[in-house]
T-cell receptor, first 115, second 115 residues
Framework: AQSVTQLGSHVSVSEGALVLLRCNYSSSVPPYLFWYVQYPNQGLQLLLKYTSAATLVKGINGFEADFKKSETSFHLTKPSAHMSDAAEYFC?????????????FGSGTRLSIRP | DAGVIQSPRHEVTEMGQEVTLRCKPISGHNSLFWYRQTMMRGLELLIYFNNNVPIDDSGMPEDRFSAKMPNASFSTLKIQPSEPRDSAVYFCASIPGSSYNSPLHFGNGTRLTVT
């Protein structure tokens, strides 16, 4: 069965520091992978997605994620954190060949930015 | 595009009352999803419609919950009777088609409080 694990329910970094949010998945074949962001009192928004075209995926707001098959990881990074990045981030996995209803969300990581 | 529209944004009701949540998907999207988000359980898929037909309702918690999609531009999620444990944020999401690689477009949710 597919699963996704986000390491760290809460990450705090200083403004300008590197952001690293970890996501590991479990799948017999490489799935499609997504990162979503949720700002307070809003729904989830797509940040980026991996579709097997390239292992380094660039998303919105300066975020990128690196797909590493050998490590079954899809960690999200941003070189320099901004106060506006404070939000909750969800990693999600969608099994190839299945319908969108089979997407599995991680438990989320809340990112706080210190001034 | 107006995005996925949900109403109301907030709902406070007493235990035993009927609650109806509403969703208008993005025009042209023919798959619609209802999710529930709580601190304890994260994001849970309740039901998935494709072309107005319920395809997967295995996540509907119990008979008190029902969902309909009478046409391509409107869906409702009803809880009758409501209970305090139903308190959560309910999200509606839509995608074009039904593919596993389509990112979900979420509404801003309805925050339900049952006292």
């Amino acid at each position: 069965a597919q699963s996704v694990t986000q390491l760290g329910s809460h990450v705090s970094v200083s403004e300008g520091a590197l952001v690293l949010l970890r996501c590991n998945y479990s799948s017999s074949v490489p799935p499609y992978l997504f990162w979503y962001v949720q700002y307070p009192n809003q729904g989830l928004q797509l940040l980026l997605k991996y579709t097997s075209a390239a292992t380094l995926v660039k998303g919105i707001n300066g975020f990128e994620a690196d797909f590493k098959k050998s490590e079954t990881s899809f960690h999200l990074t941003k070189p320099s954190a901004h106060m506006s990045d404070a939000a909750e981030y969800f990693c999600a996995v969608s099994p190839q060949g299945s319908s969108a209803s089979k997407i599995i969300f991680g438990s989320g990581t809340r990112l706080s930015i210190r001034p | 595009d107006a995005g996925v529209i949900q109403s109301p944004r907030h709902e406070v009701t007493e235990m035993g009352q009927e609650v109806t949540l509403r969703c208008k998907p993005i025009s042209g999207h023919n798959s619609l999803f209802w999710y529930r988000q709580t601190m304890m359980r994260g994001l849970e898929l309740l039901i998935y419609f494709n072309n107005n037909v319920p395809i997967d309702d295995s996540g509907m918690p119990e008979d008190r919950f029902s969902a309909k999609m009478p046409n391509a531009s409107f869906s409702t999620l009803k809880i009758q009777p409501s209970e305090p444990r139903d308190s959560a944020v309910y999200f509606c999401a839509s995608i074009p088609g039904s593919s596993y690689n389509s990112p979900l477009h979420f509404g801003n949710g309805t925050r339900l409080t049952v006292t």
